[in-house]
Nanobody, 115 residues
Framework: QVQLVESGGGLVQPGGSLKLSCAASGSIFRYKAMGWYRQAPGKQREFVAA???????NYADSVEGRFTISRDNAKNTVYLQMNSLKPEDTAVYYCNADHLAVRYWGQGTQVTVSS
């Protein structure tokens, strides 16, 4: 059973930064890929960023150059560094892990960008 726990969300002003963490149960070497999605009120969940077990990364166009996904294998944790935040980044952010053809999700963490 894969368990993912996100943290680091909160309220930040436009232009500010936040760093989200996703702590996984067990070694993240097992997971083919891990990533972040987000869901704003009234909208569908959308892809934000992903990182493979080999370290390759992929980003949505809307966050390219502002967000950085990384992983610490020793801590079994994936991070999302978010800079130059905009009001449209406001959403619940979900961590996911792909393992044996199954996608697992965390419970989400709220990010609100507002002045």
């Amino acid at each position: 059973q894969v368990q993912l726990v996100e943290s680091g969300g909160g309220l930040v002003q436009p232009g500010g930064s936040l760093k989200l963490s996703c702590a996984a149960s067990g070694s993240i070497f097992r997971y083919k890929a891990m990533g972040w999605y987000r869901q704003a009120p009234g909208k569908q969940r959308e892809f934000v960023a992903a990182i493979t077990s080999g370290g390759s990364t992929n980003y949505a166009d809307s966050v390219e150059g502002r967000f950085t996904i990384s992983r610490d294998n020793a801590k079994n944790t994936v991070y999302l560094q978010m800079n130059s935040l905009k009001p449209e980044d406001t959403a619940v952010y979900y961590c996911n892990a792909d393992h044996l053809a199954v996608r697992y999700w965390g419970q989400g963490t709220q990010v609100t960008v507002s002045s």
